[in-house]
């Protein structure tokens, strides 16, 4: 089993629709999770990160944390094709201040 | 402050070469990061520093993979004797500023991009 998962997609998606990212993960001592930003022939940009369960917003992005169901999600609202880019899940190693990365999700939004 | 700089930015070596890939990270971060990433996968993390110590290295690098940050600033990453399956864009990342020095936060470079033929 990956230490973290991500359906590598592509998402499509439509203009302006909401599109919904998932990431699970399997250390159960991991304490912070991120989202990175990833456009083709770029390095990776941070967007979002959660340390608490529940949810975070900042603009557009929502970022979701389920430490009991290993799970972290991020929201993108009113999707707009600038957002079309492959997305990051990054979680913390136990007692570690490593990231341990996902494969990422190719996210595509339709003009 | 200019973020973090890689260099060079390609590299095109030769099976059985030796290369250095230099990182100078945010100036005031204590951590330095190298990652290895291939297209279609996330970024592998390779190695850790904490100012000039080396604290964490993957059990899948490979002895022909040394890193060192002689005095806590920049790093350097070696690769000897190349092989085709080390083509790969190095990343390099920093986080943990002074003033709040447990921030887990990285930023990356733009990478390395190495080509081994």
């Known amino acids: 089993q990956k230490e973290v998962e991500q359906n590598s997609g592509p998402l499509s998606v439509p203009e302006g629709a909401i599109a919904s990212l998932n990431c699970t993960y399997s250390?159960?001592?991991?304490?912070?999770f991120f989202w990175y930003r990833q456009y083709s022939g770029k390095s990776p940009e941070l967007i979002m990160f959660?340390?608490?369960?529940g949810d975070k917003e900042d603009g557009r992005f929502t970022a979701q944390l389920n430490k009991a169901s290993q799970y972290v999600s991020l929201l993108i609202r009113d999707s707009q094709p600038s957002d079309s880019a492959t997305y990051l899940c990054?979680?913390?190693?136990?007692?570690?201040?490593?990231?341990?990365f996902g494969s990422g999700t190719r996210l595509l939004v339709r003009p | 402050d200019t973020g973090v700089s890689q260099n060079p930015r390609h590299k095109i070596t030769k099976r059985g070469q030796n290369v250095t890939f230099r990182c100078d990270p945010i100036?005031?971060?204590?951590?330095l990061y190298w990652y290895r990433q291939t297209l279609g996968q996330g970024p592998e993390f390779l190695t850790y520093?904490?100012?000039?110590?080396?604290?964490?290295k993957s059990r899948l690098l490979s002895d022909r993979f040394s890193a060192e940050r002689p005095k806590g600033s920049f790093s350097t990453l070696e690769i000897q004797r190349t092989e085709q399956g080390d083509s790969a864009m190095y990343l390099c990342?920093?986080?943990?500023?002074?003033?709040?020095?447990?921030?887990?936060?990285?930023?990356f470079g733009s990478g390395t991009q190495l080509s081994v033929l």
């Open positions: 990342a920093s986080s943990g500023p002074r003033q709040e020095p447990t921030n887990e936060k990285l930023f």
């Open positions: 250390d159960r001592g991991s304490q912070s």
């Open positions: 959660i340390y608490s369960n």
């Open positions: 990054a979680v913390n190693g136990a007692s570690s201040y490593k990231l341990i």
């Open positions: 100036s005031e971060h204590n951590r």
């Open positions: 520093f904490q100012n000039e110590a080396q604290l964490e």
